[in-house]
């Protein structure tokens, strides 16, 4: 049974930082490009990043490029977003999914999905 399960989450300040942590289970972790996603509230879920089976490159949106980071461990089965400088407009379910497809950057290619972790930055 494919599982990923998402924590880390939380309310912090504008400013702050968080480490969000995906673990998975059921698929060939290790061959599986790895994302990040979030939902705002009201609106539709966004792509925040992305990194490579391999963890060679990582990808970002441009609202996130230099505040966030990516990473994987293979051996443990993991994926990680540090997020840093967090804004309230950061405030979001975030999601972490696994494709073995090679847009990295579109929901569609995405074969599995989390449950979601809640982060709320307030100002």
Do not use: H
Request: hydrophobic share 30%.
């Amino acid at each position: 049974q494919v599982q990923l399960v998402e924590s880390g989450g939380g309310l912090v300040q504008a400013g702050d930082s968080l480490r969000l942590s995906c673990a998975a289970s059921g698929f060939s972790f290790s061959n599986y490009n790895m994302g990040w996603f979030r939902q705002p509230p009201g609106r539709e879920r966004e792509w925040v990043a992305a990194i490579t089976w391999s963890g060679t490159s990582s990808y970002f949106a441009n609202s996130v490029t230099g505040r966030f980071t990516i990473s994987r461990d293979n051996g443990e089965n993991t994926v990680s977003l540090q997020m840093n400088s967090l804004k309230p407009e950061d405030t979001a379910v975030y999601y972490c999914a696994a494709t073995y497809g090679s847009q990295l950057d579109n929901f569609d290619e995405y074969n599995y999905w989390g449950q979601g972790t809640q982060v709320t930055v307030s100002s």
